[in-house]
């Protein structure tokens, strides 16, 4: 484009240049904006350059015509966070109700209903809302037109304006999407395990269940840190695709012998399927059909029955799984609605104390930082998986949003040679805590709950790194239970191999629960 702007001023020169006086100056002439939208390969290369080059890609930083591209290339769905005129700082808790937010939020909506309109005049305000938020300052909106972007980023009372729905190599993946068998997408691989092997990939505990080999002393010490505590009385919420159905551990099962008083609720926010704001799917439900939610949750919490399955770290906590995503990649604008309502129940809920989240994405979502926000300020323990490779993704980035948010714990895994991360996981200045999760020997993964029965299933990445931590956390804040957040994250701290000298790759490395909880010596 600057090639033609170019050309079409030296033509201009020449024809004018008999009459031109001698002093006069050729004035610079700015770029017109384009009015094509660029391809998703377009899209997609300086995406993924920035985030070569930076670690990350902003939306915020990205130009209208870019943004407005990648609206075109997804579902039109852009998140357009507002703000009351004038205001600075944080936002207020009750942004959404306070009136002079109110008034930013109908000028706003007014700005965009009337530049959609001079292309669509029959377009109501029904039309244009794709999804309804009550609570953060946000509006989900279904957006066609390159000069509604502009006037948005004009506006003062716009904090951002980006695509919800688009991510690198989205049409690939979006493909992936109800296919449960893909590795790119996370799920499909939680079925019962062949070959695990007593004394070797797991301990048979007294009453008959199985506690993984990374349970061991010489890891983490949880199955010593029993002795103190095992989660009771603590709350977390497992964020991900959702919970098994087929699997009574997490369901009828829940309370199965040494686990017993406890509670488990199964979630939803993942709206429907819709397309330019008309619904095309059915109303979701907190039935797990990928397989990785299910998985999670086994390794925070599964209880510690007589059945012979395998138990979860924090075995009498109670849990709460969402079904926010599909899948472990959020490429979807209802994915990033159903993340971010998720962050905000879980905010609004005070006997929450731990939120985990496996799931991740390359680009920045500042509707699901809002959330995130929402949920710290609220004295949430947030813990983000830093990141897995998918086999399209390997090498492009270090720890993935939203685990590189300062308000997100980032973990990852290491091999038990406990210097090596694992094969697929990513590592980073921003990551904090470590879990053993791979055998250097067979690259056996951690034991979990499969989708049903009970045979164990195995687990890899940072995604059970994750989870793990959150489970060991809920042990420790149990022993702890009138601590605040600063303090059970300065306890786990201070139980870490890296304790003394933070490493750039790991953080505070790999946390001794047995340890924190007074179990046995650090």
């Known amino acids: 484009m600057r090639i033609f702007t170019l050309s079409a001023a030296l033509a201009a020169l020449l024809l004018t240049s008999c009459q031109k006086q001698a002093d006069d100056q050729l004035l610079p002439q700015p770029a017109a904006e384009p009015t094509e939208a660029l391809s998703a390969q377009q899209l997609d290369e300086q995406i993924l350059s920035r985030v070569r080059e930076t670690g990350k890609f902003d939306w915020n930083q990205a130009s209208a015509h870019f943004t407005w591209s990648a609206l075109t290339r997804s579902d039109y769905v852009l998140s357009v966070g507002y703000r009351a005129a004038n205001a600075t700082g944080d936002l207020p808790a009750d942004a959404a109700t306070r009136l002079e937010w109110q008034q930013a939020r109908a000028e706003v909506l007014s700005l965009i209903l009337a530049e959609e309109r001079k292309a669509r005049p029959e377009l109501t305000l029904e039309q244009l809302i794709a999804y309804e938020e009550n609570v953060l300052p946000v509006l989900d909106v279904t957006v066609r037109q390159l000069s509604t972007v502009q006037a948005l980023r004009a506006s003062p009372l716009v904090r951002y304006a980006e695509p919800m729905g688009y991510e690198p190599d989205r049409g690939q993946q979006a493909a992936n999407k109800g296919t449960a068998t893909t590795s790119s997408s996370g799920c499909g691989s939680n079925t019962a395990a062949a070959g695990l092997v007593a004394g070797v990939d797991y301990t048979t505990l007294p ?36 919970c ?21 609720e199964r979630l939803v926010t993942l709206p429907r399927a819709t397309f330019l704001g008309i619904p095309t799917g059915p109303v979701e439900t907190p039935n797990d059909g990928c397989g990785h939610g299910t ?57 929450v104390r731990i939120i985990s989240m496996s799931m991740g994405r390359l680009t920045s979502s500042s509707q699901m930082t809002d959330a995130i926000r929402y949920a710290y300020n609220r004295g949430k ?17 270090g720890v993935i949003y939203p685990a590189s948010l300062p308000e997100a714990v980032a973990v990852t895994g290491v091999k038990d040679n406990l210097t090596t991360r694992c094969d697929e996981c990513h590592t980073g ?92 010596p650090l």
Request: hydrophobic share 40%.
């Open 207 to 242: 009453n008959g269940s199985k506690s993984s080999w990374n349970h061991a002393d010489q890891f983490h010490g949880i199955r010593a840190s029993w002795s103190q505590s095992t989660g009771q009385g603590i709350k977390m919420v497992i964020i991900d695709s959702g």
């Open 244 to 264: 098994s159905d087929a699997q009574e551990n997490l369901g009828s099962a829940f309370n199965q012998g040494l686990s017993a008083g406890r509670t488990i």
């Open 295 to 351: 998985s999670m949750a086994g390794a925070a919490a599964a209880p510690r029955g007589t059945d012979g399955n395998s138990v979860g770290i924090a075995y009498n906590a109670n849990l709460i799984t969402i079904r926010a995503a599909e899948d472990v990649f959020l490429d979807g604008s209802r994915e990033v609605k159903g993340v971010s309502d998720a962050y905000v129940l879980a905010g609004n809920r005070t006997d």
């Open 381 to 397: 323990l947030i813990y983000c998986a830093a990141g897995t490779s998918f086999d399209w993704s390997a090498g492009i980035v």
């Open 429 to 520: 200045s921003d990551v904090e805590f470590t879990v053993v999760m791979q055998k250097t020997s067979n690259n056996r993964r951690p034991l979990s709950l499969a989708m049903s029965g009970d045979v164990p299933s195995t687990v890899g990445g940072s995604s059970v790194a994750t989870a793990s931590m959150a489970g060991m956390t809920a042990v420790l804040w149990a022993k702890y239970p009138y601590e605040s957040r600063a303090q059970i994250m300065n306890r786990l701290i201070a139980a870490s191999s890296n304790r003394n000298a933070r490493s750039g790759s790991f953080g505070w490395g790999r946390v001794n629960l047995g340890a924190a909880v007074g179990a046995m």
